[in-house]
């Protein structure tokens, strides 16, 4: 048998430290950012004032923003207190009890547009305070103290009130506010011992540690060797863009770059931080491969739009990568002066310096006033979403206005965000007759992952692999949507991705191989074992994990065991977290060690009691074993400690009808659809418990209701048009059968109700 396996995403970003450290790398030291300022007095000058060099202060008269002076904020029924004590900042409010107390600030973290705060916590925590300081001006709605959690506001001993491990910093945020960090859990005491040999991003953050450098300078300076230093003494050399320019062609005004892009070293040094990623280990270096240390989130449901613009805070990287603009070369400092973070020039300035203007800055182009919003590149082609209330971020996916997508994915377009009085039909209408034709745009994907994410085939996200213009990262995504279809590790596409060039193509077909059947997985994963990438590497091990070992040769057993070693190093470095305990647990079922996997799967369930994943792969797990009443009872107490949780419900329902009692069984069920009304197959399996108990006009009028939301689910359109067929009720399964084509008519699965229905399948 197989658990969910789980993976840990950090959703915040950086933060500070508790106990400074030098700490050698290799064999090069750590040496601090000033360290650098004599010989790089501009490069020092930028960084100074930058947000990376006030990433995370000590608290102190000069660092803090906040209004201190006795200040308070009245939310769910508490008051919070910010007030002054013989010269340090404190906050009354409610602590983990839920009683108020005096808690006393250490840090700041961050600066604009908005300031947090961090609070010292037993076992060597630092908390980030669920309240912030605005630090926009005045006149627009800033210095104000707000609540980041604006809907509704988590009580103490919740995972995400401030003192819940949600809100800890030493995983949470700390690798990207801090230099060389070390996080140092100690699972034996429950308690951290995080270092840092820099409380804020330094210069080592990007460059490595710098003493072998200081060491080529001084040697260069003094006659010495400094040739035996090689690349200049520097752990990551970024020097993918030294000589290379962009010149604009005449004809078009489009940019080229003089020398193509070979590497990944620059934008891997950012996407460290500025991607959605979890973390592996912190024994990585700058200018490692990112797959080495992170596992950063591709476009997955939930994260993003179906067309690839941001829902959740995603950050930079995964959209840039959808970008024409990276696909042509473009890195990050071609845009942003890296070391005070700066754009090169301001505005829309930044891309006339690229692009023509007498090509693009024109009405033809951008059909709106020359000089007003509608004409700036920036608004268009990188519209804003707010998160931390305050936090506008840009989409870095400079993607073509597409209102003609929002009525098939739900995504928003820039052009109704503007004309909010207008519906996107009527846009994508005005856009066509301007330009003459329908807008295409560089990013393709968008029909492929609308179908798959409302129930549809497989078959348009193969089509995306077998093209090779399609970026890596949609190519990944499309192989991390096909875990949802059966069968799909044996498609030709996933096996020839398991070959790609690119690092994060093969890393998530690894990953779906990793899930498929045991039977499909050994000679696929075999040849990764040894792969250069840690990432790639520990899926293919942990796919591998349970085969027996005569089906391994003595070189493969030791690939095996040495990569399976990194997955289990890597799960001791999250195993603050629950979904260490999960992932371990889910492990150990599959080598057959069960008591092992009962208790990572009891650890898990102990950390956080509120996650669903961790109850339901324990009660999954006493199910395989044969002990159905225990994992009954384990989702009956996990039900008692989250009654509005979808997942746990639609659980126990299901244990409730393997049981016998098909009553509770059905009311389970219909609670999980009604708690999460958009999950379709929470309501198709309400609807299949409801023919079965011989209810079958209710279970039609449930897949009714839900296929207005879910137009695409095969599933659910062939269960109805089933049962409309068995209650006579033939025109309306034809109906259906032409709604449904219409929405994926190359399906060859239509051909056989078509069959049933007597004729032939009807064209959309």
């Known amino acids: ?24 790398a290799g064999e090069a030291a750590w040496v ?77 973290f961050g600066v604009e ?160 931080c500025h991607a959605r990623r979890g973390q592996l280990t912190d024994a990585v270096r ?42 042509a070369g473009v890195t990050c400092s071609d845009c942003h002066e890296p070391h005070g973070g700066k754009l090169r020039a301001p505005g829309a300035q930044i891309c006339v310096r690229c692009h023509t203007p007498a090509q693009y800055a024109t009405t033809e182009h951008h059909l709106h006033q020359p000089d007003g919003p509608g004409a700036d590149c920036v608004a268009c082609h990188m519209p804003t979403v707010r998160y931390l209330v305050v936090d506008p971020r840009h989409d870095h996916a400079f993607r073509v206005p597409r209102p003609d997508l929002s009525d098939l994915t739900g995504a928003p377009n820039t052009c109704t965000a503007c004309h909010t009085d207008r519906p996107a039909r009527w846009a994508a209408t005005q856009l066509e007759k301007r330009l003459g034709h329908r807008p295409s745009g560089f990013q393709s994907f968008a029909e492929a992952f609308t179908i798959q994410e409302s129930g549809g085939s497989g078959r348009l996200l193969a089509a995306l692999l077998r093209d090779p213009l399609q970026p ?55 040849p990764h074992l040894r792969d250069p990438i840690r990432l790639i590497r520990m899926e293919a091990a942990r796919g591998l994990a349970g085969t027996p070992d005569g089906q391994h040769r003595p070189e493969e057993q030791a690939a095996r065991q040495t990569a399976l070693a990194e997955y289990l190093a890597s799960q001791e470095f999250l195993a603050d977290r629950p979904e260490s305990w999960a992932n371990l647990g889910a492990l150990r079922a599959e080598q057959g060690t069960i008591p092992g996997a009962l208790g990572a799967l009891q650890v898990a369930v102990e950390r956080d009691s509120t996650w669903a994943p961790s109850w339901v792969n324990l009660a999954d797990l006493y199910r395989s074993i044969g002990q159905d009443g225990t994992a009954r009872r384990v989702l009956e107490a996990a039900r008692l400690r989250n009654p509005t949780d979808a997942a746990i419900a ?65 599933a659910m359109a062939q269960t109805l048009i089933g049962y409309l067929i068995e209650r006579g009720q033939a025109p309306e399964a034809r109906r259906v059968l032409q709604e449904v084509m219409a929405g994926d008519p190359s399906n060859p699965a239509w051909r056989d109700w078509a069959a049933r229905l007597g004729g032939k399948a009807p064209t959309p």
């Open 113 to 272: 547009p908005l300031q947090q705060y961090l609070i010292p916590m037993p076992g060597g925590r630092l908390q980030a305070f669920g309240i912030a300081w605005d630090s926009r001006p005045m006149d627009q709605g800033g210095q104000r103290w707000f609540p980041l959690s604006q809907d509704h506001p988590p009580a103490a001993g919740d995972p995400f009130h401030w003192t819940g491990y949600q809100q800890t910093w030493n995983h949470q945020c700390a690798d990207c506010h801090s230099t060389n960090l070390r996080k140092e859990w100690n699972d034996s005491t429950a308690s951290y011992a995080t270092t840092w040999s820099e409380i804020s991003v330094g210069c080592e953050a990007c460059h490595g540690p710098g003493s072998n450098h200081l060491a080529w300078a001084h040697a260069r300076e003094t006659g010495g060797a400094a040739s035996r230093y090689r690349r200049m003494g520097l752990v990551a050399l970024l020097d993918e863009r030294r000589g290379v320019s962009w010149t604009a062609n005449p004809s078009n005004g489009k940019p080229a770059r003089s020398a193509p892009r070979i590497t990944e070293r620059e934008i891997d040094t950012c996407a460290r």
């Open 1 to 24: 048998m197989r658990l969910i396996a789980l993976v840990a995403i950090a959703t915040l970003g950086p933060a500070c430290g508790v106990t400074p450290l030098v700490r050698p």
């Open 650 to 714: 639609h659980a126990l329902g299901l244990a409730l009808v393997r049981s016998g009692d098909r009553p509770a069984a059905l009311a389970a069920l219909a609670d999980a659809a009604r708690l999460d009304p958009a999950s379709s197959r929470y309501r198709f399996v309400h609807a299949v418990a409801l023919h079965d108990l011989g209810r079958p006009g209710e279970a039609i009028a449930v897949l009714r209701t839900s296929r207005r939301q879910h137009p695409r689910d095969q």
């Open 286 to 327: 700058p200018g490692d491969p990112l797959l080495d240390g992170f596992r950063p989130a591709v476009i997955e449901p939930g994260l993003y739009y179906p067309d690839g613009q941001m829902r959740d805070e995603v950050y930079t990287w995964g959209s840039f990568l959808q970008s024409r603009m990276y696909s």
């Open 472 to 526: 890596a990262i949609v190519r990944a995504s499309a192989l991390f949507r096909l875990q949802t279809v059966a069968g799909s590790a044996r498609l030709p596409e996933v096996t020839a991705a398991l070959s790609d060039r690119d690092p994060l193509v093969r890393a998530a077909a690894v990953q779906l191989v990793a899930a498929a059947p045991p039977a499909d997985r050994p000679s696929l994963l075999k």
């Open 32 to 108: 601090g950012s000033p360290a650098c300022a004599t010989c790089h007095a501009d490069e020092w000058g930028a960084w100074q004032p930058s947000q990376h060099a006030r990433a995370m202060q000590p608290a102190t008269d000069s660092t803090v923003l906040g209004n201190f002076s006795n200040t308070a904020i009245r939310r769910a029924g508490v008051t919070t207190t910010f007030f002054r004590r013989e010269g340090r900042f404190m906050v009354r409010t409610d602590g983990p009890d839920g009683q108020l107390a005096e808690f006393e600030i250490s840090h700041t």
